[in-house]
Nanobody
Framework: VQLQASGGGLVQAGGSLRLSCAAYRITFSIDVMGWFRQAPGKQRELVASISRGGSTELADSVKGRFTIAGDNAKNTVYLQMNSLKPEDTAVYYC?????????WGKGTLVTVSS
């Protein structure tokens, strides 16, 4: 399984970015896809996830600002990030989970300037 993420970059506070993550080389259904992030000097934390059935989970710190959506047919997940804050600056990692196995993509850097 390969996870290809895109959409990171530099944005001013209050701006928006959209991250995308597509899973390739899959021969099975994915149970959950989502995003973690890791800021410098901090532990990796869950940002958002979406199940194959459409159930979503968002970290309290991003509720009301971020939304997650998925396309099962394309094995793709999207993270729309609005009203970005400097504290959202981190490397964002896409992940996919199925049958108790986690798959990770390379991180994409999101930098929010004040």
């Amino acid at each position: 399984v390969q996870l290809q993420a895109s959409g990171g970059g530099l944005v001013q506070a209050g701006g928006s970015l959209r991250l995308s993550c597509a899973a390739y080389r899959i021969t099975f259904s994915i149970d959950v896809m989502g995003w973690f992030r890791q800021a410098p000097g901090k532990q990796r934390e869950l940002v958002a996830s979406i199940s194959r059935g459409g159930s979503t989970e968002l970290a309290d710190s991003v509720k009301g600002r971020f939304t997650i959506a998925g396309d099962n047919a394309k094995n793709t997940v999207y993270l729309q990030m609005n009203s970005l804050k400097p504290e959202d600056t981190a490397v964002y990692y896409c992940y996919a989970a199925t049958d108790g196995v986690d798959y990770w993509g390379k991180g994409t850097l999101v930098t929010v300037s004040s």
